[in-house]
């Protein structure tokens, strides 16, 4: 048997070997295998056919100066690779075991064909191994073929090629499992402009299995950071506290798209089921749902017929290029608060390219709801972003009514701007019966259950959104506002340095911090981490007008001014928390400040009323910082005063 030469990847059965990267490939999508275990392989495929000497291995792969046990050695690396090649010794069909002598290779190398529009090479001519010879022909007429044939058939389905005995008998290897996450799909593009495709589908299947009942699903945000990793698979399971992953490849070709999937046990790394997709890229949410259905069988786990609908639900097409507009939108959504402005960009775009399209609505109206926070180069008015926000809210939910994306972001609108406490509850509580590993409705549910003075209900809830998303700086500070809310400040603390651990760039967490510090009287820290924040905001801002027009860009975000005049107010440093004041006040020359940023600074330099000044004008905005002021720590000064008692009132905080 001729060997290709290295430069060409050997492919035999499903398997390919690049033996110049090192690596080893089923189905497209690369296996993760160890060095030696990979060595081994390399050197059967040397000379395939023939007897590799156990001498000849240690030789080559086990110097006599660095391994000491070499049988067990040998013995565990053959083990390892024929459960990454899915074969057994006792009926092997790759790696054959010559007792007392060594190992031979008996599958059949393929020569190179021609390639399909993916580049992946199909009908290859087996180069077939040296038979013994027989007395007499091989063929002896119709009989002889027949029983052959008969032979041939039991053969395939003994080894299930082609899922043949799964087909014929079902497959009885099923485990149940009961989280798993999805490992960013492999971009096998060679267009690094469309790199977001792959992460936009990994994001559109991890949601897809989310909806399965009884069956914990890592958040998209969560795995992203395994993007191109060379941790192992089980360091990875545990990282995550999963049972099992999902890990393949996208590859474009055109308007379709090809996704291979396959199925790892994370605590023995063992490939249990892969499978290949083709599909037109305007019906890839069937292609979704094709791959949710077939990992739910794989994992054993039993499809309510609600499941089953919901799924259904699913099955129809979509504009391509609104389908990408989409998951760009929510590639720089996943940036917030640096992404911000692009991700609203790219969700109008899709809108506008499909007007069904309700998962475009619900990122456009979780767009304009953030608006009102932080901002992109604008921050607009309650009234006209959440007026916006709600609009398509609307939308997505009248297009899609089995979406948790929808009645997320419906609640989000009722809670923060509509202040409809009953309203926002039931969306949200409908956003996590559809969807229950969908984190943002899990983290917007805490802080409404919060508000309304439920603060173990709301602890409680914010620490599901953390099991559902552990890497996310979002979330990760959503649980450390959750603990300074319910004035358990070093809880908080701890939590923040996570989140800053996830991402040190990240300004919400800075800010968090200096309020648990300022709480604690730590008043110099608090001021320190604010100043970083600053900084920190400046970049941001700067980088959120890269693009704008001429005279538009404003680098000013009204947020760090309002929390450092505060500090300053509270350390003595009085001139300081002035001129942050007469910033806010220039900002809002040309731009929306909330009162709430005077008010927490004119509270802080002991002006009562001016504070509630302010606070009356953030109701009148229907500004969403008046919802904390039953818990809100800042405002304990102004507790006891009536006119604190009939703000409250006001907002539906006391009743």
Not at 144 to 157: H, K, M, R
Not at 219 to 230: D, E, F, I, N, R
Not at 459 to 479: K, V, Y
């Amino acid at each position: 048997m001729v060997t290709p030469p290295v430069s060409q990847p050997v492919r035999f059965d499903v398997f390919e070997v690049d033996l110049r990267a090192g690596e080893l490939r089923k189905h497209g999508i690369k296996i993760r295998l160890q060095e030696q275990p990979f060595l081994i392989l390399q050197t059967l495929l040397e000379t395939p056919g023939q007897i590799v000497t156990r001498e000849e291995l240690q030789k080559k792969i086990w110097p006599g100066d660095t391994f000491v046990d070499f049988d067990h050695g040998l013995h565990a690396a053959v083990n390892r690779l024929r459960l990454a090649l899915g074969d057994a010794a006792d009926s092997p069909r790759f790696v054959e075991t010559v007792a007392r002598r060594g190992y031979r290779f008996i599958g059949q190398i393929q020569v190179p064909a021609a390639e399909t529009p993916f580049g992946i090479r199909v009908a290859p001519q087996a180069a077939n191994l040296p038979r013994k010879r027989v007395a007499g022909k091989w063929w002896a007429g119709p009989p002889i073929g027949f029983s052959l044939a008969i032979l041939v058939a039991a053969v395939l389905v003994f080894f299930n090629v082609w899922g043949l005995r799964n087909w014929l008998f079902g497959s009885t290897n099923h485990r149940a499992f009961r989280s798993l996450a999805v490992l960013p799909l492999e971009d096998l593009t060679p267009d690094p402009s469309k790199d977001y495709i792959p992460e936009g589908m990994t994001e559109d299947l991890t949601t897809q299995l989310s909806k399965l009942e009884n069956l914990k699903v890592i958040s998209h945000t969560s795995v992203m950071q395994y993007k191109q990793t060379h941790k192992p698979l089980p360091q990875i399971a545990r990282e995550l506290n999963v049972d099992a992953v999902v890990e393949g490849a996208v590859q474009l070709a055109g308007n379709r798209v090809r996704i291979t999937v396959q199925l790892v046990d994370a605590a023995t790394d063992q490939h249990l089921w892969a499978q290949t997709y083709d599909r037109e890229l305007k019906d890839v949410l069937i292609l979704q749902s094709e791959v949710t259905q077939d990992v739910a069988k794989q994992i054993a786990l039993e499809l309510t017929p609600q499941q089953q609908r919901r799924l259904a639900n699913d099955v129809h097409q979509v504009n391509p290029e609104a389908y990408q507009d989409y998951w760009i939108g929510r590639y720089y959504w996943n940036q917030r608060p640096n992404g911000l402005a692009k991700a609203g960009q790219y969700f109008q775009q899709a809108t506008q390219k499909d007007r069904n399209y309700a998962l475009a609505y619900s990122g456009l109206s979780d767009y304009f709801a953030f608006l009102t926070l932080i901002g992109g180069p604008e921050i607009l008015p309650p009234s006209q972003a959440m007026a916006r926000a709600k609009e398509a809210a609307a939308k997505a939910v009248q297009l899609d009514d089995s979406s948790a994306e929808a009645h997320a972001s419906n609640g989000h609108v009722l809670h923060n701007y509509d202040w409809d406490w009953n309203g926002a509850e039931r969306e949200l509580k409908r956003a996590i019966e559809l969807n229950p590993n969908y984190a943002p409705a899990h983290h917007w549910y805490a802080h409404l259950l919060m508000q309304e003075g439920r603060t173990q209900e709301a602890i409680d809830e914010a620490q599901r959104a953390l099991q559902l998303d552990p890497m996310s700086p979002f979330i990760n500070g959503g649980m450390a506002r959750q603990y300074y809310l319910a004035r358990q400040y070093d809880k908080s603390i701890a939590q923040c340095r996570v989140a800053l651990e996830k991402d040190a760039s990240y300004p919400p967490a800075r800010i968090q911090l200096a309020l648990n510090y300022e709480q604690k009287g730590m008043l110099a820290e608090a001021v320190s981490e604010l100043e970083k924040a600053r900084t920190l905001t400046a970049n941001y801002a700067a980088g959120a007008n890269n693009g704008a027009s001429q005279g538009t860009a404003k680098t000013d975000l009204p947020i760090i001014h309002g929390m450092l005049g505060y500090a300053y107010a509270r350390a003595g440093r009085t001139a300081d928390a002035q001129s942050e004041f007469g910033l806010l006040k220039t900002i809002g020359q040309h731009r929306y400040v909330p009162p709430s940023y005077f008010a927490i600074i004119s509270l802080a330099l002991g002006k009562n009323d001016d504070a509630f000044l302010w606070l009356n004008r953030a109701y009148q905005d229907h500004s969403e910082q008046m919802l904390y002021m039953g818990v809100e720590p800042i405002v304990d000064p102004l507790r006891g005063d009536p006119r604190f008692d009939v703000l409250l009132h006001k907002v539906g905080l006391k009743h």
